[in-house]
């Protein structure tokens, strides 16, 4: 189903949604301009940095929500008629997903279950191994910092009925001639950086595993819903009973979303009208309630079908009692998901670039430029370890977190644990190729933006 853009949806979803937007709490004083600047980013008035279809942003300080706004449109009606976004609405926050997976798995490495230094292969039930470098295990402490040489290749997902086991098995389609693993003599495992999706798919594979439940179902039971929260890695459970809370992604296009045109009508990305519970699963009406049992499931046979590298649906305010919990080292609201010192090691380096030693691929899933430097420096379990210093946009300040890049969705969680700060910004949708113009940062430009913004208004 096509939607388009009508005239009025912007100006209605500002007016509706401007007035709730500050709230100031004794936490510290909010910069009064910050409402107006980040209105300046949302409508494509910053130079270089295109309109947005719509954004969810939450600043904490202090453990304490000091910002809350939502601007744009959420979906549209049958009728064309834009719904206001919400910082409640729960869209498919991309990569982020794999940071809230990581709590998951880390509760099995506290109870004992699961070590990070031992061979995969001893969990997953097939052995795991580059086949260049046959001698060396893969552990998770290298699957978790994006150090354990696998790769994506062209697919790291599967319909029911494949298996994951085939990706790293000769002989099978899905190998795709080692397609899966780095080949050259500096790569192997621990040594290298290059950021993998498929990677959480064998951390998926684990949980599964390990704990005998499907990995939705353990995220469910074991992080989410212990948070109070009803995001969810299956979007039929949002979907379903909550349709009005989900939230689409957009972009602006004349050719029915394929490519970007800045003058053409908005169109859903994903989560439009119908919603695909699972990868591969035919889409389904919004509303319509499914429960998902899948009676041939054998845990850690295709753990990539909830999408784990990308597919949790959560809100802002969802993400910002996962920051919460992050900055009250493991524990919040008198909840304690995580020990501290589990905290404390997320959030120390595994990886550091050595510009040196060319000892990684800091663009993430892109193909680097001769001599270029991107935005990924250094890691820790599932933690992205930036210092907006490394770009002179101010004063040394490690910041830690995840970004999320997918359908339309850019997303920043990122963490400064020493202020006891963070800022969650969900961006849904843009009117042109927010990769189209750089800035002063390895960043996309409305990324940058708003960490700039955040850092001007908030620190």
Same mark, same amino acid.
């Given at each position: 189903m096509a939607f388009v853009r009508r005239s009025?949806?912007?100006?209605?979803?500002?007016?509706?949604?401007?007035?709730?937007g500050l709230i100031a709490t004794p936490a510290g004083a909010v910069d009064p301009t910050a409402e107006e600047a980040l209105v300046r980013i949302f409508d494509g008035s910053v130079e270089g940095s295109p309109a947005m279809s719509g954004v969810e942003v939450v600043v904490l300080d202090q453990g304490k929500v000091v910002f809350d706004t939502a601007l744009g449109m959420a979906t549209f009606a049958d =009728?064309?008629?834009?719904?206001?976004?919400?910082?409640?609405?729960?869209?498919?926050?991309?990569? /982020?997903?794999?940071?809230?997976?990581t709590v998951g798995l880390m509760q099995l490495v506290e109870a004992g279950k699961v070590n990070l230094d031992r061979d995969i292969s001893d969990y997953l039930g097939f052995s795991l191994r580059n086949p260049n470098f046959p001698d060396t295990p893969i552990?998770?402490?290298?699957?978790?910092?994006?150090?354990?040489? /696998?790769?994506?290749?062209?697919?790291?997902?599967?319909?029911?009925?494949?298996?994951?086991? =085939?990706?790293?098995?000769?002989?099978?389609?899905?190998?795709?001639?080692?397609a899966h693993f780095a080949a050259a003599a500096g790569e192997a495992p621990g040594t290298y950086f290059t950021y993998s999706n498929l990677n959480f798919g064998v951390v998926a594979g684990v949980i599964e595993r390990v704990s005998g439940e499907r990995f939705d179902r353990y995220m469910a039971a074991n992080v989410l819903r212990p948070l109070g929260l009803s995001a969810s890695y299956n979007a039929c459970d949002v979907s379903g009973p909550e349709p009005e809370h989900l939230a689409s992604l957009f972009r602006k296009s004349r050719d029915g979303g394929d490519t970007f045109a800045p003058d053409g009508p908005w169109h859903v990305q994903l989560d439009g009208a119908k919603v695909a519970c699972h990868y591969g699963m035919t889409a389904i009406p919004r509303g319509e309630r499914v429960v998902i049992e899948h009676e041939d499931f054998v845990p850690g046979d295709n753990p990539t079908l909830f999408s784990p590298q990308g597919g949790l649906r959560a809100s802002a305010h969802d993400l910002a009692k996962v920051?919460?919990?992050?900055?009250?080292?493991?524990?919040?609201?008198?909840?304690?998901?995580?020990?501290?010192?589990?905290?404390?090691?997320?959030?120390t380096p595994v990886w550091t670039f050595d510009r040196a030693a060319g000892n990684g691929n800091t663009t993430g899933e892109d193909d680097p430029a001769p001599g270029e430097v991107g935005p990924m420096l250094s890691y820790g379990l599932s933690v992205d370890l930036i210092d907006p210093a490394s770009w002179n946009l101010g004063?040394?300040?490690?910041?830690?977190?995840?970004?999320?890049?997918?359908?339309?969705?850019?997303?920043?969680?990122? /963490?400064?644990?020493?202020?006891?700060?963070?800022?969650?910004?969900?961006?849904?949708g843009f009117a042109d190729d927010p990769a189209a113009h750089k800035g002063e940062t390895p960043f996309y430009r409305p990324e940058e933006e708003m960490l700039k913004w955040w850092l001007r208004h908030f620190n």
């Open positions: 009025g949806w912007k100006a209605a979803c500002l007016g509706a949604l401007l007035p709730l =009728d064309g008629v834009a719904t206001p976004l919400t910082t409640d609405h729960k869209v498919r926050i991309a990569s /982020i997903s794999k940071l809230v997976a552990t998770l402490r290298q699957i978790l910092s994006h150090t354990s040489s /696998i790769r994506d290749g062209d697919q790291y997902w599967l319909p029911r009925g494949q298996h994951l086991r =085939d990706f790293f098995t000769k002989g099978t389609e899905l190998y795709d001639g080692g920051a919460r919990m992050f900055l009250g080292r493991g524990e919040v609201d008198g909840v304690r998901l995580l020990k501290a010192e589990t905290v404390d090691a997320m959030w004063p040394a300040q490690a910041l830690g977190g995840h970004r999320g890049d997918a359908y339309g969705l850019l997303g920043l969680f990122l /963490i400064d644990r020493k202020s006891d700060k963070a800022l969650i910004a969900l961006m849904t």
